[in-house]
Nanobody, 124 residues
Framework: QVQLVESGGGLVQAGGSLRLSCAASGSIFRIDHMGWYRQAPGKQRELVASITSGGSTNYADSAKGRFTISKDNAKNTVYMQMNSLKPEDTAGYYC??????????????????WGPGTQVTVSS
């Protein structure tokens, strides 16, 4: 099995910074890509940033210039540095990863996994 665990959320004033972390553990053959989504009350979950195994990144327009996604392959961990936070960034932030596992009989299978989420609250 595979688990994703986020950390780093919290309460911060507008203009402040937070750094989210997400560590993947378990029976991992390869991590294909990782990313962060967020969901505010009453709104749909939306992509914030993603990073491929090769290091290519993608950001939502709302995150460009303020958020930076990075990863540590040795630790199977993805980070997101969030600067210049705004009240509209308040949401639950969820880590996701496309992870390939090797089944006992040798077959490789890829699935998407999600963490339980971490709350980010930005006060005005």
């Amino acid at each position: 099995q595979v688990q994703l665990v986020e950390s780093g959320g919290g309460l911060v004033q507008a203009g402040g910074s937070l750094r989210l972390s997400c560590a993947a553990s378990g029976s991992i053959f390869r991590i294909d890509h990782m990313g962060w989504y967020r969901q505010a009350p009453g709104k749909q979950r939306e992509l914030v940033a993603s990073i491929t195994s090769g290091g290519s990144t993608n950001y939502a327009d709302s995150a460009k210039g303020r958020f930076t996604i990075s990863k540590d392959n040795a630790k199977n961990t993805v980070y997101m540095q969030m600067n210049s936070l705004k009240p509209e960034d308040t949401a639950g932030y969820y880590c996701t990863a496309r992870i390939t596992r090797r089944r006992p009989w040798g077959q490789l299978v890829a699935d998407d996994y999600w963490g339980p989420g971490t709350q980010v609250t930005v006060s005005s």
